[in-house]
């Protein structure tokens, strides 16, 4: 008898029908939030999320700036919960990400933005948890229940709610029209065959890469190393990899290169290509690679919305990848579902 699939195999494969799901149930709260938003005119954005919820926040920070031209900063939630600041938030946005929304300093961060003059979105997978009780407006990401510990389909929910806000606030019909085709695109970035990527982690230190919105799913991809393979990796911008990073750089050093099709994926497949030169086995999310080796990838109706199928992608292999080293990716060590911090 084959083995029972892991739950991150399972919920992987449950991401293009909470995606579905989201988007027949969640137009309501995202249409009104993004409303009052946009009557709002904020100046800039605050994020508050840890971990890979922050991942999510870097990805919309790009979206912000590059649809809404609207800086977004991600504010470490310790400035309130333990150095007890109350930041002036005047003509501000706050968008908080945490899939539990119970994560004490992510709550008290959002209480005190809220009370300082910003608007405050909380985009999470429990519409009653407390930082839903404390935002102007919740997003609920409706992607059911997450039993295994990492995160998987609640960062794709996530990426979908906050980029979909973003895209209403602008009234970017493109953008809606491709967020709504995503199901069927994320159903077939599951069956992207990644086996060689799969098959070039040794077990050592490797990289992932982006740039722009790409670069928080490296970051994401780095982070899902550590925690179900229990490899350690390291994300950087393409820009910044060349730089100090390169030269622990040795003979089949393992790198990821995530790529969309936007207006940095020449740079990033010149910096791919460029790694596989001096000898690491580069994988990239993109044909425009010479001597890195592309990787079963798809695109979808907006650029913007490209890295979303790549982290699934992603995370059908990575799972493969810890039962191949022997590594339960449901139950990592020292790890919790929740985490919370004060």
Request: aromatic share 6%; net charge negative; proline share 5%.
């Amino acid at each position: 008898m084959s083995p029972e699939p892991t739950l991150m195999h399972r919920e992987v494969r449950e991401i293009p029908s909470a995606v579905e799901r989201l988007l027949s149930q969640g137009g309501e709260a995202i249409r009104t939030a993004a409303t009052a938003a946009r009557a709002a005119d904020p100046r800039y954005f605050i994020s508050v999320a840890r971990g890979s919820s922050d991942h999510a926040a870097s990805y919309l920070k790009y979206a912000s700036e590059l649809v809404l031209r609207r800086p977004m900063a991600s504010v470490g939630p310790s400035v309130n919960s333990i150095y007890g600041v109350q930041l002036d938030a005047r003509g501000a946005v706050g968008i908080s990400v945490s899939q539990s929304g119970q994560s004490p300093d992510i709550v008290r961060l959002t209480e005190a933005l809220r009370a300082n003059g910003a608007l405050t979105v909380a985009i999470t997978n429990d519409a009653g948890s407390r930082l839903a009780g404390v935002a102007d407006a919740t997003l609920p990401i409706h992607a059911g229940p997450e039993l295994s510990v990492a995160a998987t389909k609640t960062f794709v929910t996530s990426l979908v709610a906050g980029l979909w806000f973003l895209a209403e606030m602008q009234q970017d019909a493109d953008l809606v029209t491709a967020i709504h085709a995503l199901p069927g695109q994320l159903d077939q970035a599951t069956h992207c065959d990644w086996s060689a990527a799969a098959a070039a982690m040794d077990g050592r230190s490797l990289f992932t890469i982006g740039r722009g919105p790409s670069w928080a799913i490296s970051n994401e991809a780095a982070l899902k190393f550590k925690e179900t393979c229990l490899i350690h990796a390291e994300s950087y911008s393409s820009a910044e990899v060349l730089h100090g990073p390169v030269s622990i750089v040795d003979s089949d050093f393992p790198v990821i290169a995530f790529a969309a099709r936007d207006k940095a994926e020449a740079s990033l497949a010149e910096t791919a290509d460029a790694l596989a030169a001096k000898g690491a086995r580069v994988f990239a999310v993109t044909d425009k690679v010479s001597r890195a080796t592309t990787l079963p990838h798809v695109r979808t109706g907006h650029w913007l919305c490209d890295p979303i199928p790549a982290i699934v992608s992603f995370y059908a292999m990575v799972e493969t990848v810890a039962l191949a080293r022997g590594i339960n990716p449901d139950k990592p060590r020292h790890l919790n579902k929740v985490t919370e911090t004060v």
